[in-house]
């Protein structure tokens, strides 16, 4: 959605248009967008005063979207779904009265945007061995929330910490990680036994693509992340005989065609697509562009 976003802006809209951090964590995807004209900011100061700005699919803090307003900058939120959810509990927790411990990584962009919702209320935790040293004001009211892009084995270890520190916690009814992070996981765990290798499209700065691999690895087979069949080493693959070809959920479809076609070319390779889990979630697109479609 945030790709297709900032696609229907290139092309219903006067340029220049600016995009507040990556649009999604894939340097395909950002360099590709570059290439086209947009500028990727990390400050608002860097957007002219009524320009067109979208907010990236991982999230901003209300002090961005109160800086752009003082700008009078176009405002675009591309934000995903599954994140604005991660953000509208925090800020239901918050008022509350309860202390918000936010399972995730620090200095992510989705991590910096929730903990803006409520900066005086939510601790991060990293880690199982952070729970141990955790003060909260109130032992009775604690709750949980979870960065949308983590491992699922990662966020149930530090978890189930919590809730034995924390016998009260309560967490929303519906878990935070998403639908695809969980799919491609488990896509992972299942078809890392029948192979001897796995690679993983996606950029380094991906956190559900560093995810995908370390958990092969965790599987017991050798994982490689790369953008694009540029970074594949023909090295890796002596005595290779099975690879898992997977790829992070903003990872664009024909960068893993080229690398299947990169397999095919140097190996020979015959491709077996696997499907664990069908996929059919849409979002709409924000609604600042959808009176464009609907012109």
């Keep these: ?42 400050n608002l100061a860097d957007v002219p005063p009524g320009a067109t700005l979208l907010f990236s699919a991982h999230g901003v803090s209300p002090e961005i979207r109160r800086i752009a307003r003082e700008r009078k900058l176009r405002a675009i939120d591309a934000t995903c779904p599954l994140v604005t959810k991660v953000h509208l509990e925090a800020i239901k927790y918050a008022q509350a009265g309860y202390t918000i411990l936010l399972i995730g990584h620090e200095g992510h962009d989705e991590v910096i945007g929730t903990m803006g919702e409520a900066p005086e209320a939510i601790v991060l935790v990293e880690s199982p061995e952070d729970v141990a040293g ?15 892009t983590l ?37 992972v765990s299942i078809l890392a036994r029948e192979a001897d290798l796995a690679i993983v499209l996606g950029s380094q700065n991906s956190s559900n693509s560093q995810r995908l691999t370390e958990l092969a690895r965790e599987r017991g087979i050798p994982a490689h992340l790369v953008d694009g069949p540029a970074d594949l080493d023909p090295a890796w693959f002596g005595g290779v005989e099975t690879v898992l070809v ?42 600042e562009l959808q009176t464009v479609v609907a012109k």
């Excluded at 149930?156 to 969980?182: G, H």
Aim: net charge negative.
């Design 151 to 187: 491992s699922v084995d990662d966020a149930n270890r530090i978890i189930a910490r919590l809730r034995e520190r924390f016998p009260r916690i309560v967490s929303p009814p519906k878990e935070d990680i998403c639908y695809a992070t969980q799919n491609r996981q488990e896509a």
């Design 246 to 287: 997977t790829a992070g959920a903003s990872a664009p479809e024909e960068v893993v065609d080229q690398c299947l076609d990169w397999l095919r070319e140097k190996f020979d390779a015959a491709i077996e697509p696997r499907s664990i889990r069908e996929e059919n979630v849409s979002f709409p697109l924000p609604r």
């Design 1 to 42: 959605m945030a790709i297709e976003s900032l696609d229907l802006a290139l092309e219903s809209l006067s340029p220049p248009i600016y995009v507040y951090h990556e649009i999604v964590h894939n340097k395909y995807v950002v360099d590709r967008f570059r290439r086209r004209g947009v500028t990727f900011v990390d």
């Design 134 to 148: 955790l003060e909260v004001i109130d032992e009775g009211k604690v709750a949980y929330l979870t960065q949308t």
